[in-house]
Every structure is written in structure tokens, then in C-alpha cells.
């Protein structure tokens, strides 16, 4: 694993610690997540994401939620992206089995690829996440998702990604 990789997964184990020693009445959640973004015109990603709730009650919850992605950039030469957030989350319910969330957080990023004009972007990038997504199947062990986040990233573009996954407890 190259150095640059330490901080996302020094983020998600602190979280897995954090969820290891919580009091909380509600679940860990623990995501598997596929996402398209905008990185180089569309790249796949796979990621994992662990929420931790702060305050729960029947109509709306507050979680706090770590995650590491990392990207399959169409690239000519040997590239790689990976990505981590930190976000606050906040969801209602709809009714039914259906909730919203939104949210906003911060964003690191490991990126290694040359862009369009074949200049090699090659660093670690910081920057904040807007959140905005839904969910079905509250209240069950296994519950889909579909997700648009924006992360604007200092010094380079800006990124789109719209993210599919499913959501299992893992505590309680």
C-alpha cells in the first residue's frame, strides 16, 4: 500500500473504531457502494462506507459517515484515484419505508492520471461534499440506495458522482 493511502484508510478504521466503543441505541451501518463520476468524462468506483449514528428518533436521524472509494479512471498510462469523506448526514423519513438524506462533509483525495492535454496530475486534494440521496427499506437489514454528491476539490475540477449501493446494520 504507497503512503498516499494512509489517511483514507487511517479515516475509515478511526470510524470502525469509534463504532466499535459506541453506546449508541441504534445500528452501525455499513454500505457497499458502486459510483460513475465525472473523472476523466465517467470512471467506475467501488467503496465502502461505515455510518455511525449521533441522534435517532422515529421521524429523523443524524449520522456521522466515513468512506473510501476508489476510482477506474480511462487513462493511457498507469493512473489511480482514491478518495475518502467524512460527511454529516442528516435523513427523514418519507413515509412508509422511505427516507431522504442530505448532507455535507469534507473530502481527501489521492489522485495520480494525466489530464486531457497530457499534463500528469499527481497529488493529494481537499475539499467539501454536498449530499443528497435516497433510501428504501428503513428499518430492515438490507437497505438500497441511490445518492448524487458534489465534491469541489482545491486546484482541479470539480466532481459529479451518482452512487448505487445497499446499506446492512452491523450492531446494535
Not at 422515529?58 to 467524512?86: H, K, M, N, W
Amino acid at each position: 500500500m504507497r503512503f498516499r493511502y494512509t489517511l483514507p484508510v487511517a479515516v475509515l478504521a478511526a470510524a470502525l473504531i469509534q463504532a466499535s466503543t459506541n453506546e449508541a441505541e441504534a445500528q452501525v451501518e455499513l454500505s457497499g457502494t458502486a459510483s460513475v463520476v465525472n473523472i476523466r468524462g465517467g470512471s467506475f468506483g467501488l467503496g465502502a462506507r461505515l455510518g455511525i449514528p449521533i441522534r435517532r428518533s422515529l421521524e429523523f436521524t443524524i449520522r456521522l459517515e466515513a468512506g473510501v472509494d476508489y476510482y477506474f479512471p480511462d487513462c493511457a498510462v498507469d493512473c489511480d484515484v482514491v478518495g475518502s469523506q467524512l460527511d454529516l448526514i442528516f435523513q427523514n423519513r418519507l413515509g412508509g419505508r422511505a427516507l431522504v438524506y442530505y448532507g455535507a462533509g469534507g473530502s481527501f483525495q489521492s489522485i495520480t492520471l494525466q489530464d486531457d492535454l497530457g499534463e500528469l496530475i499527481d497529488g493529494d486534494f481537499w475539499g467539501v461534499n454536498l449530499v443528497l440521496g435516497g433510501r428504501y427499506n428503513e428499518g430492515e437489514s438490507v437497505q438500497p440506495f441511490v445518492e448524487i454528491r458534489w465534491t469541489g476539490l482545491e486546484e482541479i475540477d470539480n466532481q459529479f458522482a451518482l452512487t448505487l449501493g445497499v446499506t446492512v446494520g452491523v450492531g446494535g
